[in-house]
């Protein structure tokens, strides 16, 4: 069964530290695979896509990686602000696929106190 | 800076009422999308749109139908809205090649059916 999963459901730090954020997928045959991140009551905001031949890729202080042997990927933040509170949501989509082949995770909620 | 529109970001029905969802986007993109977004079981597809007059089903298209009469507005009708269609409610839009270009989404709809 097609299914992506995020760990931890949720995680609470303080500004300025850093965090990582898990995604296990079983998706096949696997395309390319997405972080979102959504703000409380705002539509998800795509943060970096990676495809299979990619390991790591940054946005700012975020770092995502993809390990397509384990099937897992890894979202990485630094320096934690106030504005990273949010939800961040993995998203994986299969080779060959329509747009109905997205494949979301829950999301991690996550909270950075001052 | 280019955006998806929802027409209103709060929305309270009665049971029964038919219900107008709109979204617009000014991207000319040629996909749009409607999820709803529910806690716990994330976002989930409701129609999708790959061109004018073109619609397919999502994975819960039950209780919902769609129109797409121009290529900038789809619009999500709830026939008879019943308190189960309690949700968030986003619009997506993409470039044909959607899951690599990835999706823009609106702010949402938050509908509460009473």
């Known amino acids: 069964k097609n299914q992506v999963e995020q760990s931890p459901q949720s995680l609470i730090i303080l500004e300025g530290k850093n965090c990582t954020l898990q995604?296990?997928?079983?998706?096949?045959?696997?395309?390319?695979l997405r972080w979102y991140k959504q703000d409380t009551g705002r539509g998800p905001v795509s943060l970096t896509i990676?495809?299979?031949s990619e390991n790591t890729k940054s946005n700012g202080r975020y770092t995502a990686t993809l390990d397509a042997d384990t099937k897992q990927s890894s979202l990485h933040i630094t320096a934690s602000q106030l504005s990273d509170s949010a939800s961040y949501i993995c998203?994986?989509?299969?080779?060959?696929?329509?747009?109905?082949?997205?494949?979301w995770g829950l999301g991690t909620s996550l909270a950075v106190n001052p | 800076d280019v955006k998806v529109t929802q027409s209103s970001r709060y929305l309270v029905k009665r049971t029964g009422e038919k219900v107008f969802l709109e979204c617009v986007q000014d991207?000319?993109?040629?996909?749009m999308f409607w999820y709803r977004q529910d806690p716990g079981l994330g976002l989930r597809l409701i129609y999708f749109s790959y061109d004018v007059k073109m619609k397919e089903k999502g994975d819960i298209p039950e209780g919902y139908s769609v129109s797409r009469e121009k290529k900038e507005r789809f619009s999500l009708i709830l026939e008879s809205a019943s308190t189960n269609q309690t949700s968030m409610y986003l619009c997506?839009?993409?470039?044909?090649?959607?899951?690599?270009?990835?999706?823009?989404f609106g702010s949402g709809t938050r509908l509460t059916v009473v």
């Open positions: 997506a839009s993409s470039p044909r090649a959607g899951p690599i270009h990835g999706y823009t």
């Open positions: 990676m495809t299979f």
């Open positions: 995604c296990n997928y079983t998706v096949s045959p696997f395309s390319n």
């Open positions: 998203v994986v989509s299969r080779r060959g696929g329509n747009n109905r082949k997205l494949i």
């Open positions: 991207m000319d993109h040629e996909n």
